[in-house]
């Protein structure tokens, strides 16, 4: 066989639908990576079998008596729950508004469940809430219900937010992950994987410091200001867990083309680097928690960065890739070195490497 | 960045590899094996070929730690981390390497106090904050990180501390490079020898690979330019008619290696008889164990461990692709039954193993790819 058959039977066996062949969850399947895909696809999409949800966006988008709304939920676990930059309750907060953010919606209304574990200490519950609150009235957004658990010790690590949020939506906006074509644009909004790295450090395993604070942030305004620009903008994501290589695999999948990024183009602060350097795993993965990925039409470039530059949150914004046609599926790399490399979905977590 | 950027420069890439180019025979094929798995990361991760000729081939050698690790071993790890008693700790790319009855992630699923760490240090560390456990520290790698482990347990003993111990897989790496050399199938022009590994060893115990077999070897760094440099020292040799080991990474590495990190393995572990490598087969002296002096930080004689050979699966070639026989996607089971969700092989489960290189960076063909980034 050639190396052309043997790829074109990988592709095949890839695009078979997925199975969960682990006898137990692992951590790995919360990662967001293959692992995940595999879970959600496997179990979830054939349980709850649902033309909403099978689109596999950030929020569902639903109509209601002629009301175009997109709704979203999300389960917030960190540790530490306090780290540089924010807290577990930004997070809920503005993760769950950047989920209807990007799928083009105002967002509204939030509900939010709290499950506490036994012993946890009320002052960092009434910091987290202040923190949730403060969150939410900075993006114009009401905190309506919620609910309360709390479990054994034990049981939990000290705390875990799940929010659910509601937005309206402009129905004349069509965005969808499976619309982008080539010569498309591909936008980031900021440098990425503060957050991830930020929490990593946090966490005191390294003893590294760093001057790094998360990127945890409302996304909204800055969708806004791009959908309003008059760019042709067909796919917005906020990259979370599994970092803009991730979204940009998913993005590849759906809309059948590859996106090929210029390294060098991609925004990436020192401190960040370095960890990443030191750690042996690529920023493309680390998580952040306030930065838009968004594709344009590659004609309308220039305006979309613009109107990005324009907000606040977009100051650092860069155009790091354009959308072509071939090999569908693929993310590519153009390396700083001059080389190439495919940019692959992890499997689960990236895992320091040994030496 | 500044010790990064340096070291990648795309200029002065396209300079070196102009003269590499140059330096080529026409209708002449070259295959050299980088024997690290650090190197074979570094092609990959910063697209090194693109700047090869046709005719120049890089073979993944068997240096990676996690990818010889035999799968018996890795069952006799989680059949201590399964001991309620025991936290294993161990460094973050073995959680996903399948034993027999599955890997430590799947172990830690089903209850196993499994811990990710950076350095044996940190296991100790857990040790002494955790009295009431017993901390095993899952030792794997070549003569790079052996002596980390080595002294850890040195500080284990001086502090008195009871409840640590190291399940200790190290290897060492000319064993491995002279198995290699013997295989039959063997067509090699010649070695990037693995730098990490020689800064604690130094050059001098690969003298013997120009002098009885024949092939140059140069000791390489990890960035891309320091990789596309020992090419062209290799390909100078070839042209010159040398055969001999060359240092390029003498930033780094001194040509006697670093005889305090040498003393303290040499205290605390011995050679083994044997041991098997994945892939590989049975090597003799080829790793190392625990002293007797230091019975008392050898989890292989604190727990009892079944100890049983597993055979590597019938369809894993992972034995050809270590020993640059195939490449990894002329393997049976490359990318449909064996990939990085699944792993048969151990190539396939750390970033640093050839067809988990191959299959997360490299899975097309250049023209496409050309066509792609035009």
Known sequence: MTEQEVLDRIARARARRPRVREERITLAHGAGGKATQNLIEAIFLDAFDDPALAALEDSATVEVDGAHLALTTDSYVVSPLFFPGGCIGDLAVNGTINDLAVAGARPRFLAAGFILEEGFPVAGLTRIAGAMSTAARAAGVRLVTGDTKVVPRGHGDGCYITTTGVGRRDPTVRLGITTARPGDAVLVSGPIGEHGVTVMLARGDLEIDADLVSDTAPLHGLTAALLGSGATVRVMRDATRGGVATVLNELADASGVAVVLEEDTVPVRPAVRGAAELLGIDPLYIACEGRLVAVVDGADQERALAALWDHPLGRDAAVIGRVVADPPGLVLLRTGFGGTRVVDTLVGDPLPRIC | MRFVDEYRDAAKARALAARIAQLCEPGRQYRFMEVCGGHTHTIYQHGLADYLPENIT??????????????????????????????????????????????????????????????????????????????????????????????????????????????????????????????????????????????????????????QYRKPLVVAGFEPLDLLQSVYLLLRQLADGRCEVENQYARVVPWDGNPAALRAVADVMTLRPYFEWRGLGFISHSALRMRDEYAAYDAERIFPVPGVRVADPKACQCGEVLKGVLKPWECKVFGTACTPETPIGTCMVSSEGACAAYYNFGRFTRERVKEAVR
């Open chain 2, 58 to 211: 890089l073979v993944h050698g068997p240096g990676c730690p996690v990818c010889v690790i035999p799968m018996g071993r890795v069952d006799d790890a989680i059949h201590i981390a399964s001991r309620p008693d025991v936290i294993m700790t161990s460094f973050g790319d073995m959680l996903r390497v399948p034993g027999g009855m599955g890997s430590f992630l799947d172990a830690k699923a089903a209850g196993a106090d499994i811990r990710m760490v950076y350095s044996p240090l940190d296991a100790l560390a857990i040790a002494r904050a955790e009295p009431d456990r017993r901390v095993v520290f899952l030792a794997i790698g070549f003569e790079t990180t052996a002596p980390s482990t080595a002294v850890t347990v040195q500080r284990a003993a001086e502090e008195g501390v009871t409840n640590f111990s190291v399940f200790c897989n190290h290897v060492t790496i000319i064993p491995g490079i002279k198995a290699i050399l013997d295989s039959p199938d063997l067509r090699l022009d010649g070695f990037i020898g693995p730098g990490h590994v020689s800064t604690v060893i130094g050059c001098r115990p690969y003298e013997f690979i120009p002098r």
